[in-house]
C-alpha cells in the first residue's frame, strides 16, 4: 500500500516560512501541488529521490526549496518569503506516470492535504 501523508501547514504572516513534510513511499518521483478556493490544481515543485533532481513552477522559484530524507521516506517543501497568493491547500503526489511533471492527471496517489494561510 502506497502511504502519501502531509503535514506541516498553518497559518503566517506575509514574508514568513512554513516547512511541509510530505511521508510518500515506494516511488522515486514525488510532487508538491497546490490549489486554492476556486482555482485549478497548480504544480509547485517536484523531486526525484534516486536521479536528486528537482523542477520548480514560476511562481515559488527562489522562495520555495524541495528536499529529501530518504532514512525517513519523507519529501519536504520549505516555503519562504510567503505572499497572501500562496494561501492554498497544499497536497503531495507519487506515483509519476510520466509526460508533464505539473500536469496533476500524470500522478498517481494524493495525500489528504495540508493548509497554507498567509495574511497580509
Known amino acids: 500500500q502506497v502511504q502519501v501523508v502531509e503535514s506541516g501547514g498553518g497559518s503566517v504572516q506575509a514574508g514568513g516560512s512554513l516547512r511541509l513534510s510530505c511521508v510518500a513511499s515506494?516511488?522515486?518521483?514525488v510532487a508538491w501541488f497546490r490549489q486554492a478556493p476556486g482555482k485549478e490544481r497548480e504544480g509547485v515543485a517536484t523531486i526525484n529521490r534516486v536521479r536528486h533532481t528537482s523542477n520548480y513552477a514560476d511562481s515559488v522559484k527562489e522562495r520555495f526549496t524541495i528536499s529529501q530524507d530518504n532514512t525517513k521516506n519523507t519529501v519536504y517543501l520549505q516555503l519562504n518569503s510567503l505572499k497572501p497568493e500562496d494561501t492554498s491547500m497544499y497536497y503531495c503526489a507519487t506515483g509519476f506516470r510520466g509526460g508533464m511533471f505539473f500536469l496533476d492527471q500524470n500522478w498517481i496517489y494524493w495525500g489528504q492535504g495540508t493548509q497554507v494561510t498567509v495574511s497580509s
Open positions: 515506494r516511488y522515486p518521483d
